[in-house]
Every structure is written in structure tokens, then in C-alpha cells.
């Protein structure tokens, strides 16, 4: 094996997929792409990976509510754009053409272009590793959303997109909680 310099080794796991978090700071909503997530348990409970940098996250801090919304390939272009630019002087519904539907429980917005929703609670920040600690309390799909691919961040610009799904559920049959 050749030796891969230590700063690309988080490009290796970085995990996927991309998704937009919503939030709301009691005057208006707000979108930032998010590729640092991780799922923490059966239970739906997940961390993201964000600070005092964005916009967003006095309102994660503050309302301690947000969506999860997952945006598929279709999309790629707008998630890059949310990404690179600041709720702190942008609309970025507006400004990307995206339609805030009313949640059941947060008041940060769905999205109704995404693939699927997810309305979450700030349960935790670990300030050490920014980490925002966020547990589901209702959740949504779009059966009728045609291209269902979503995109996993490699960390250097470049994506992958979702591709051959491959069913293993007998053999991890032990694994999986039942219904699921
Ligand atoms: C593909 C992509 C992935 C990103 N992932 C993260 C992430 O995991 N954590 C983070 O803090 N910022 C991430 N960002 C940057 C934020 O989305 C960006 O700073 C955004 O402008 C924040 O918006 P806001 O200032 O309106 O909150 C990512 C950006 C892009 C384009």
C-alpha cells in the first residue's frame, strides 16, 4: 500500500448522505448543506457536525430544533449553493426555489422538494467536537419524488451518488430490530 497523506484520511469514511438542515430563529427559516452526520442508535437519534461559524447554528443553539430534509441527486447543484452561501443575508428559499411546508412539531421548515423529513430536537451540543446531538420526533417520505438517488460528500468537491442496492437482510437477520 502507498501511504495517503493523514489530512485526505476523513475522505476515506466520510459518510453520506449529503442533507440540508433546516432552521428556524423565530423570524424567518433557513437552510445549510450538512455532510458530517452520523446515526447513533436504532432509535432515531443523530449527530451532526457544526459550530458558532454558520448562521444556522445560533438558532440550533437557541430553538434547539431542526429538519433533517434529504435532498436527492437532482438537487446537487442547489445543496452545493446552500452550502456556500449565509442565511445571514440570504433567503435561501427564495434565492434556490424551495418550498418551506410546516412541520407537526419544530417550527423549522420542511422541504417539500426533498426526498424525506425528518423534525428533530436539539438534545445535546458537545462543544468540544461540535457536535449537535438531534433525536427524531416525526418523520416523512415522498413516494411520488421520482429519482430517489441520494449523494454521499467525498470531502474534496467531488460526489457519490447512491448505486446498486444488494439485500443481505437474512444474513444479518440477528441484527436488525424486528418491524424494521
Ligand atoms: C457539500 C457541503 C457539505 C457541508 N457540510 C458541512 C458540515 O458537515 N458541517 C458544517 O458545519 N458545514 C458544512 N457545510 C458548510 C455549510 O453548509 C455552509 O457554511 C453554509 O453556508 C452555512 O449556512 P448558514 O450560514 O446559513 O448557516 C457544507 C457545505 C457543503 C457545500
New binding site residues.
Given amino acids: 500500500m502507498r501511504q495517503l497523506k493523514l489530512s485526505k484520511a476523513f475522505t476515506l469514511v466520510e459518510p453520506g448522505p ?1 442533507v440540508l438542515v433546516t432552521t428556524h430563529d423565530g423570524d424567518k427559516g ?1 437552510i ?5 452526520t452520523m446515526v447513533l442508535d436504532f432509535k432515531p437519534v443523530f449527530a ?4 458558532e ?5 445560533a438558532a440550533l443553539r437557541d430553538r434547539r430544533e431542526c429538519v433533517i430534509a434529504i435532498p436527492p441527486v437532482d438537487m446537487l447543484d442547489k ?2 449553493g ?7 443575508d440570504t433567503d ?1 428559499f427564495a434565492r434556490f426555489k424551495l418550498t418551506a411546508v410546516p412541520g407537526r412539531v419544530v417550527r423549522a421548515p420542511l422541504i417539500k422538494e426533498c426526498l424525506a423529513n425528518i423534525e428533530c430536537k436539539v438534545v445535546d451540543i458537545v462543544r468540544k467536537h461540535d457536535i449537535v446531538v438531534l433525536e427524531g420526533v416525526a418523520a416523512y417520505v415522498d413516494p411520488a419524488r421520482k429519482e430517489k438517488r441520494t449523494v454521499h ?1 467525498v470531502g474534496d468537491g467531488t460526489f457519490v451518488v447512491d448505486g446498486r442496492r444488494m439485500d443481505r437482510r437474512k444474513l444479518m437477520a440477528s441484527k436488525i430490530p424486528e418491524g424494521l
Fill in positions: 449529503v433557513n445549510m448543506t450538512i455532510s458530517w451532526i457536525t457544526t459550530g461559524w454558520n448562521h444556522s447554528f445543496v452545493v446552500i452550502g456556500t452561501c449565509s442565511g445571514a435561501k460528500a
